[in-house]
């Protein structure tokens, strides 16, 4: 405990601001919003591709890493089936975050509050009795609800790009 | 899941000699497949016995009926990934109806139509809604087991009728399990529908170029609905065949199968993107899972270290045609 806080959730806060950083204030965060609206374009200007996508994948594992460190030093055990199935979980928790699947779009803070929602959802259940055979059937009806909202809003705005864009153009 | 939106690559593997490329994916995988089976024979004097290779259909039979419509999504272009909580829910389902007393046919009737249900649920999110089919299938994935855990809880259904039973562990002829000649059956059935229909055609022009195919008149939401109804009617039968055969359901049921699934469509040569793949290799890939899994099971592997082969396979498969590419393009 520090500060009235669990070391764990210390080490979160500043891996998430790490990663705030990373994303909005160095070339690499740039780099894969690019990326991630049209790799084509990104060629063109001068980023590298395969390297930006490759440190993508080193930075997701190195943080995998460190997690699988917290849970040994939490749980004091280490076991085969650690974390199994935490894969969809966590796509799961981007795409409530806002983070779209097709790439381009999201914030380090969407993929936080995505992460304690689905927490919310599987500690505060149990909370005010609710059965915990219930979480699943909930955090996969949020899961399809965020998706359903985030399209509406993603398509909402591209309508408005292209009006003014039109306005412009007259 | 296609690079049309991006102008990078437009995939058109249409105009490639595809009949020659195809024949020797399939006869490498038919290479493949003899190997396993000779390494086999020689590692264990158990496994060149007839009943020993019918055992060995069991393994992958179920896994394998869901692979040939999931392959079928693929090529247009989509993917399911709650195939295997569709056999939970509609597993839950028959023990549920079970409970009041259903009868054999009522089962199968309830097991197959859940999973037609799930299916066009998955589809009508897809194609009505227009979102993406990865993150959908991952919701739904949740939600039907999810349902399931609420239906049956802590408890399992099980006292299956045993003309039910059938369906999992009856004998057709001699060896010849009734799942195996399903799935045959299955296999031919996909084989024509793929390959010898418009239908089929219309499927290879969505996953080549979705934009293309709906401006030359191909009605693309229409047939991807299809094509995610067809992928939950057979895990809907797949559901049937699985809790026949365990006598028992349990939220838990069939952890993984989409996974295997997905493997057996990649091996066999469908492009992970769209827009290539045959049925014959989804059949041939199925029988090299079988045949790993089984020929490891005689020589007491554990199943975690069953894993660790058919990750290996599926990458070194995935990654030997790129680099081999790589490599002529550099001599």
């Known amino acids: 405990m520090v500060l009235g806080l669990p070391v764990l959730s210390w080490v979160a806060i500043v891996v998430a601001i790490l990663f705030f950083l990373l994303m909005t204030r160095t070339p690499l965060g740039r780099a894969l919003y690019a990326i991630g609206v049209n790799p084509t374009a990104s060629v063109y200007t001068g980023i590298n591709v395969g390297l930006t996508k490759f440190m993508a994948f080193v930075l997701a594992g190195a943080v995998s890493g460190l997690c699988g460190y917290l849970w040994i030093s939490r749980y004091v055990i280490a076991s085969v089936e ?9 796509v799961a928790a981007c795409v409530i975050g806002g983070i779209s699947i097709a790439g381009g779009i999201g914030t380090v803070a969407g993929a936080l509050l995505g992460a304690l929602f689905s927490g919310v959802i599987n500690n505060a259940l149990p909370v005010i009795n609710i059965s915990p055979f219930w979480q699943m059937a909930i955090s996969g009806t949020a899961i399809l609800l965020a998706v359903i909202l985030n399209a509406q809003g993603e398509r909402r705005k591209g309508r408005v790009i292209l009006k003014t864009a039109e306005v412009a153009h007259v | 899941m296609s690079d ?7 995939p058109n593997r249409l105009d490639n000699p595809l009949k020659s490329t195809l024949l020797s994916w399939e006869s490498l995988l038919v290479l493949v497949a003899l190997a396993i089976f000779i390494f086999n024979s020689n590692a264990s004097p158990y496994f060149l016995n007839e009943w020993s290779l019918s055992d060995l259909t069991f393994n992958f039979t179920e896994k394998a009926l869901i692979a040939l419509a999931m392959a079928l999504l693929i090529i247009s272009g989509e993917i399911d990934l ?9 597993s839950t389902m028959m023990g549920l109806a079970l409970q009041y007393g259903a009868d054999t046919p009522v089962l199968v009737a309830v097991g197959v139509g859940m999973g037609l249900l799930c299916g066009a649920f998955n589809g009508f999110l897809v194609t009505g809604l227009k979102l993406p089919s990865i993150v959908v299938t991952i919701g739904t994935m949740s939600l039907f087991r999810g349902i399931s855990y609420i239906i049956s809880g802590d408890k399992s259904f099980g006292n299956y009728p045993a003309s039910f039973g059938w369906f999992g562990q009856g004998y057709v002829w001699w060896v010849i399990s009734f799942e195996l000649v399903l799935f045959l059956a299955f296999a031919v059935i996909y084989f024509v529908l ?24 191909v009605r693309v939401d229409r047939i991807k609905f299809i094509l995610f109804c067809l992928t939950g009617l057979m895990s809907g039968i797949a559901s049937v065949l699985l809790t026949a055969r ?25 492009s992970i993107l769209g827009g290539a793949g045959s049925i014959v290799g989804v059949v041939l890939a199925a029988l090299i899972m079988g045949l790993v899994t089984f020929g490891l099971g005689l020589l007491n592997v554990p199943g975690i270290v069953m894993s660790i082969f058919i990750g290996g396979l599926l990458i070194t498969v995935i990654a030997l045609p790129i680099l081999f590419r790589m490599w002529r393009q550099r001599a």
Not at chain 1, 82 to 87: D, I, K, P, T
Not at chain 2, 4 to 10: D, E, I, P
Request: no cysteine; net charge neutral.
């Open chain 2, 194 to 217: 793929l390959h010898r229909t418009n239908f089929g055609r219309r499927v290879f022009a969505i996953g080549n170029n979705d934009i293309v195919a709906q401006f030359s008149g």
């Open chain 2, 246 to 270: 365990l006598g028992s359901t349990r939220p838990s049921i069939a952890e993984g199968f989409e996974l295997e699934a997905i493997t057996m469509v990649v091996l066999g040569g469908v």
């Open chain 1, 82 to 90: 650690v974390a199994s199935g935490y894969e969809l979980t966590i």
């Open chain 2, 4 to 10: 049309v939106t991006t102008g990078r690559q437009l």
């Open chain 2, 82 to 90: 709650s195939v295997a909580t569709i056999i939970a829910l509609a």
